[in-house]
Structure formats: C-alpha cells, structure tokens
C-alpha cells in the first residue's frame, strides 16, 4: 500500500498521507515516502502547488507511538537517525521551491500539527483539535518547535508546547497557529481557491525564492538579514520571470503564468 499518494490536476498536486488506520501516525516509512513524492513533484514545472492532506477523517496524529516504543530498545544511534530522517523532511518543507497548502481534513497533532505549521498555509476544518501534546507523554516537541517559534512567537509557543494541551482550530486561527477554519463542506472548495490564486497570480521563480527568503531571515541579524535580502533583490531582478513580468505589466498584458495556467 502507498503511504503516499500523489494526485496531480494541473496546476496542482495533492499529497495525501494514507494510513487512515493508523490516523496517518508518521512512521519512518511515511516520512521517507512522503519527503520522496515532494521530491518527485518539485522536478515537475507543470505542478505550482501543493497540497498536503491525510486519508480519513484524521490530518495526522503525529509520531507513530508503536514505532516509538520500539525505537526505545534501539541504539543512540539508530535513534538520532531517525530523528534526522524527520528533521530532513522538515527542512525539505521549508526550502521547498513551490508553494504548499495544508488541508487539515481532521485532528492535527504533535508531529501531525507541525506539518500543517510547516507549510505556508494550513486550512482547517472547523471543530478538528491541534496542538502538540509530546509533554503530556513524556516526550518533546523538539523538531517542531522552532516552526511554531516562527509562526506564533515565544508566548504562544510556550502556552502551546509547555502545556501540551489541544485547541480547537477556530482558536488556533486566533492565535495564529493556523490561516482558516472553515465548515467541512466547503473545506476542499477553499483550499482549491487559494491554490489557483497561487499558481495564476504569482511567479514561480519569485515564490522559490521568497520562499527561501522566508526560512533564511528568522536567524540572522538585522544587518545579516539586510545584506542577504539586497543579495536576493538584486538576482530576482535579472530572473526571466521578473523582466516577463515588469514587460507584461508595462504592456498591459497578461504575464506568462498565468497565461499558461489559464
């Protein structure tokens, strides 16, 4: 069975993490499956964005507590390697060259949560619980963390972390955590509405690197930042897409993605 399943509707490809038995819990082989398919779907031009989801009625409940058990009995090696595999798949997501979409179809939690953090928007259903529960069971939310310290702030990430505790996604959207929480009716309907806007109303080139803009900032220096962001201003002035764009808008024509994903 594919851990991993990959539609591909052009412009958009959706990922769907498929062991709605197991609440989609990220064991190691779903982390390797899954960070393959976003490698597989980044090599392809016609796809400008992607979307995450889970099988079920549940996003995903975060690590696989019966791997982990087992993993108790292994090496410190063994166990930093894992670890590693899901903080590879984690930086993967964040210098990813397309845009990704969280459809949060059920519960988001611990790892699970940190995924839909991950990406650059996450849309869930309303009523669905989030959160990261890892104190609660003696583990640490350690991977994450630094997503949710991005995101929400140290105060927000010390009530969420700290207390382990599960928010609705009504709350989480007041926080920050989350962008939008919406009936289940009409959860696909928005999701796909934003992916359109993303993939007709913006530039590829321009998004891979905001995109890796976005991860980079965070842990500079205000004169670090600077420096690095006049660097990307000046290469995202001699990309293709920025003189078609500067000549498309000069010429009041439409520019060529979204020409080409009309």
């Not at 851990?3 to 498929?18: F, G, K, M, S, W």
């Not at 990430?157 to 996604?169: F, P």
């Not at 009716?185 to 359109?196: E, G, I, M, S, W």
Request: hydrophobic content about 50%; some cysteine.
């Amino acid at each position: 069975m594919e851990l991993v399943q990959t539609h591909i509707e052009q412009p958009i490809a959706t990922l769907t993490l498929n062991r709605p038995d197991k609440r989609n819990a990220l064991s190691g082989a779903l982390v390797t499956e899954l960070s393959q398919a976003l490698a597989a779907v980044a090599e392809r031009d016609e796809v400008r964005v992607v979307v995450l989801t889970g099988a079920g009625k549940v996003f995903s409940a975060g690590a696989d507590l019966a791997e982990l058990s087992r993993l108790q009995e292994a090496t410190a090696e063994e166990n930093l390697a894992d670890s590693e595999r899901l903080a590879a798949l984690f930086r993967q997501i964040a210098y990813y060259p397309k845009p990704l979409i969280a459809k949060v179809n059920g519960h988001a939690i611990a790892g699970g949560c940190g995924l839909a953090v991950a990406c650059d928007f996450a849309i869930a259903t309303a009523g669905s619980k989030l959160g990261f529960t890892e104190v609660r069971i003696g583990f640490v939310p350690a991977i994450v963390a630094a997503f949710v310290l991005c995101r929400v702030g140290e105060t927000v990430a010390r009530d969420l972390l700290l207390r382990g505790r599960l928010i609705e996604a009504e709350e989480a959207v007041r926080l920050g955590l989350i962008h939008q929480a919406v009936p289940a009716d009409v959860l696909d309907a928005t999701v796909q509405a934003l992916a359109h806007e993303l993939a007709t109303e913006t530039s590829p080139s321009a998004v891979a690197l905001t995109r890796r803009l976005l991860a980079d900032l965070p842990g500079l220096s205000l004169d670090a930042a600077l420096a690095y962001a006049t660097r990307v201003n000046a290469l995202a002035r001699g990309t293709a897409d920025c003189k078609a764009g500067i000549r498309a808008f000069l010429e009041k024509k439409d520019p060529p993605w979204r020409q080409s994903s009309g």
